[in-house]
């Protein structure tokens, strides 16, 4: 894409005209943003009892996949907006992005493909140790991966460092971010 496309792209875009790349953008957005409003639900289900086994954790781990190629999708399209100058943010944006989304693709089809069956089938002990249990490998993949959905979404924040019209898209890009420390926090804990 030349400066000028990619001009006329945040100008369309600016403008209530939707390109085909933010058509591709806003559903992908959307997608993320309704997967991450049903993990959400499922979490606050498991958390006050109304959600068990096996039906919390399809459930969650189901909307989690679901949250990660929307997300890389709409970095991407993202990046097709951005005039050139500012491309080093997206693209850096999008390289945590697909990492982080790698990651995860490992461990929820694991957990929906093996480990609930596997445990509903009464052999909890042959899939013990892909569980997503603090301490364990896929405990630490998942913490990774979300820890680098942060820095993706830091990233994708400096694209808008000088931009007031889009200044609360830069506050909630930032504020996704900076949860890393809590993410960190979480997977770090020490039992004593």
């Given amino acids: 894409m030349t ?4 001009m006329a792209t945040a100008t369309s875009i600016g403008s ?9 953008g806003y559903w992908s957005a959307l997608t993320a943003f309704f ?17 068990t086994f096996p039906w919390d954790e399809i459930w969650i781990f189901g909307f989690s996949i679901c949250i990660a190629p929307p997300f890389v999708l709409s970095m991407v399209a993202l990046h097709q907006a951005m005039p050139e100058q500012k491309r080093i943010w997206t693209l850096s944006a999008i390289v945590m ?16 493909a093996v480990v609930i069956p596997e445990r509903l089938a009464g052999n909890l002990s042959a899939v013990q140790f ?21 820095l993706s979404t ?6 808008f460092a000088d931009t007031d019209s889009h200044r609360w898209l830069r506050r909630f ?20």
């Avoid at 400066?3 to 990619?6: G, L, M, T, V, Y």
């Avoid at 997967?35 to 959600?51: C, H, N, S």
């Fill in 3 to 6: 400066a000028k496309n990619s």
């Fill in 16 to 24: 209530g005209a939707m390109t085909n790349d933010s058509r591709i």
């Fill in 35 to 51: 997967a991450a409003i049903g993990y959400g639900v499922v979490q606050i289900l498991q958390l006050t009892g109304g959600l």
């Fill in 97 to 112: 992005a697909i990492m982080y989304a790698t990651l995860v693709t490992i461990v929820y089809p694991t957990q929906l």
């Fill in 130 to 150: 892909l569980m997503v249990t603090p301490h364990t490998f896929m405990w630490v993949i998942d913490g990774a991966g979300y820890l680098l959905m942060g």
């Fill in 154 to 159: 830091l990233f994708a924040a400096g694209a």
């Fill in 173 to 192: 890009l930032i504020a996704n971010g900076l949860c890393n420390p809590l993410v960190f926090a979480d997977r770090s804990e020490v039992e004593g």
